[in-house]
C-alpha cells in the first residue's frame, strides 16, 4: 500500500501559496484494509476515508466510466490494482493530476508543473468532456488564479459540451455552490469571463449574459456589472453583498420575446429577473432578499443626498430596516460598489452611504416602546395614533441628525 498527496495541496505548494487541506490517494490497498487501520468510512459513491488522527481525505485508486448524461452518470471502479497514473488521468486540470510521495517527489505524467509555469488551465484527458462540473471548476480557478489563461484545445472542448446540452444537465444546487464559491474569489469577473467565453453562460445566467449586448460610455453594461463585482471582492464584502451586486443591472439587458417585464422601468425589470434567477437556481433567502431589495431601491440610494428625512424614513421602514439594520447596510454597500466601479477608484467616496447610515443610527435610537406607552396613555382608544407619532419622531431625528452632519 502506498499513498501520495495530490490535487489541490500539491498545486498550491508548487505555487507558493498557503496549503489549506491535503487529500491523498491510497494504491495498493482494499477497504478492509483501511478500516483495519483505523480509518473512517465517509465516501458514498466510491471508497473515501478520513485518517484516524489527522482527519485527512484517503481516496483509493479509481478509475471512473461514464453511463448517462450530467455529472451524476458514473460508474467507479477501485481496486488494489489501478494504478496511480489510471487515477491522476480522471483528474480535470493537468495542475491539478501531480502527486506527491511521502518523501517529497513528484510524480506529474501530464505536464501539470509546465502548465504551473506558463499559468495555463489544460485539461488531463477527453475525460473532461464527461462532467459538465468541470466548466464551472475551471471557471472559478480562473476567478482565484486570474492570471492564468484556457488552453486553446481546452475551449474549445468545453464550447462542444456546452453545444452537447451538458451544460444543461447540471442542477441548481450544484451551479449555485460552484458559483457561490467562484463570487468569494480575488477577482470573481473572470470567472465569468470564462462562462462566456465557452457559452455556459448564456445557459446558466442568460439574464446576465444579455448586458453585454448592451452598449455604454465605458465598454459595455455587462462590463460594468463585472467591474463592480471585482470592486466588492476589493472591498472583501461578503457573499450576499457580492451576489446582490451581480444581480444588480440585470434590468438593463437585453430582454427577449420571452421576457414578461417589457414596459417596466430598470428597477422593477430588474427586481423580476433577479427573482427569476433566484428561483430558478434555490439561491439562499440572505442572498434573495438583499439583491431584490437593492435591485428595487438602488435608485434612491444613489440619490441619497437628495432626499428629505421624511424620505429616508419612508425608504429606512421599505427595507424593514429597524428589524435588520445590517442588511440595510448591506444594501448600501452593494449600491457603492457600483458607484465605484462607474469611477474606477477604489477609494472614491460614496457619500450617501455615510448620510444613509447616520440617519438610520438616529431613527434607531427613537424610544418606539416609550412612544406607544405615551400615546396610549394619551389617546387610548385610538391604537393608530401610534405608527404615525413613531414615524414622525423619527422623521425629527433624522432632521435633526442630517443637520448636525451638515455643520
Not at 483501511?34 to 478509475?63: C, I, N, W
Not at 485539461?123 to 480557478?141: K, Y
Not at 463570487?183 to 453562460?201: I, K, W, Y
Not at 429577473?273 to 432578499?289: E, M, T
Request: hydrophobic residues 45%; glycine residues 6%; proline residues 6%.
Amino acid at each position: 500500500m502506498k499513498t501520495f498527496v495530490v490535487g489541490g495541496a500539491v498545486r498550491d505548494r508548487l505555487l507558493g501559496l498557503p496549503v489549506q487541506d491535503r487529500d491523498h490517494v491510497v494504491i495498493g490497498a482494499t477497504p478492509e484494509q483501511m478500516l483495519a487501520q483505523g480509518f473512517r468510512p465517509v465516501g458514498k459513491d466510491f471508497p473515501v476515508f478520513l485518517h484516524p488522527r489527522t482527519s485527512e481525505e484517503y481516496a483509493l485508486a479509481r478509475t471512473e466510466r461514464k453511463t448517462a448524461p450530467g455529472y451524476k452518470g458514473f460508474l467507479f471502479h477501485a481496486a488494489p490494482d489501478v494504478t496511480l497514473e489510471e487515477d491522476l488521468v480522471r483528474r480535470d486540470l493537468t495542475i491539478n493530476a501531480i502527486a506527491e510521495t511521502e518523501d517529497g517527489a513528484l510524480i506529474d505524467p501530464f505536464g501539470g508543473q509546465r502548465d504551473l509555469a506558463a499559468r495555463v488551465f489544460r485539461h488531463v484527458s477527453d475525460a473532461f468532456a464527461e462532467d459538465p462540473v468541470r466548466i464551472l471548476r475551471l471557471a472559478r480557478f480562473a476567478a482565484r488564479f486570474a492570471d492564468f489563461t484556457v488552453a486553446p484545445e481546452t475551449g474549445a472542448l468545453m464550447q462542444s459540451m456546452v453545444a452537447a446540452g451538458e451544460v444543461d444537465a447540471l442542477v441548481p444546487e450544484r451551479v449555485w455552490q460552484e458559483l457561490s464559491r467562484g463570487l468569494m474569489e480575488q477577482t470573481p469577473s473572470r470567472m465569468f469571463e470564462v462562462l462566456r467565453q465557452c457559452g455556459a453562460l448564456a445557459r446558466l445566467l442568460p439574464e446576465l449574459d444579455s448586458l453585454w449586448r448592451v452598449p455604454q460610455a465605458q465598454g459595455s453594461v455587462g462590463m460594468h456589472a463585472m467591474r463592480a463585482l471585482d470592486m466588492a471582492a476589493r472591498l472583501a464584502r461578503p457573499l450576499p453583498v457580492r451576489f446582490a451586486v451581480l444581480m444588480l443591472d440585470l434590468g438593463r439587458g437585453a430582454l427577449t420575446p420571452s421576457d414578461d417585464v417589457h414596459g417596466h422601468t430598470v428597477a422593477a425589470r430588474s427586481v423580476a429577473l433577479a427573482d427569476g434567477v433566484c428561483r430558478r437556481l434555490k439561491i439562499p433567502n440572505d442572498c434573495r432578499d438583499l439583491a431584490l431589495m437593492s435591485a428595487r431601491e438602488r435608485d434612491a440610494v444613489a440619490h441619497a443626498l437628495e432626499l428629505a428625512p421624511d424620505a429616508i424614513v419612508r425608504l429606512l421602514e421599505r427595507c424593514d430596516a429597524f428589524r435588520k439594520p445590517q442588511r440595510f447596510i448591506d444594501m448600501l454597500q452593494v449600491v457603492e460598489c457600483g458607484r465605484r466601479a462607474g469611477t474606477g477608484s477604489d477609494d472614491q467616496p460614496f457619500p450617501g452611504k455615510a448620510r444613509l447610515q447616520a440617519a438610520l443610527h438616529a431613527a434607531r435610537e427613537v424610544d418606539a416602546g416609550a412612544i406607544a406607552a405615551s400615546e396610549k396613555e394619551r389617546h387610548p382608544d385610538q391604537p393608530a395614533h401610534i405608527p404615525a407619532a413613531i414615524h414622525a419622531a423619527r422623521i425629527a431625528a433624522v432632521a435633526i441628525c442630517l443637520n448636525e452632519t451638515m455643520r
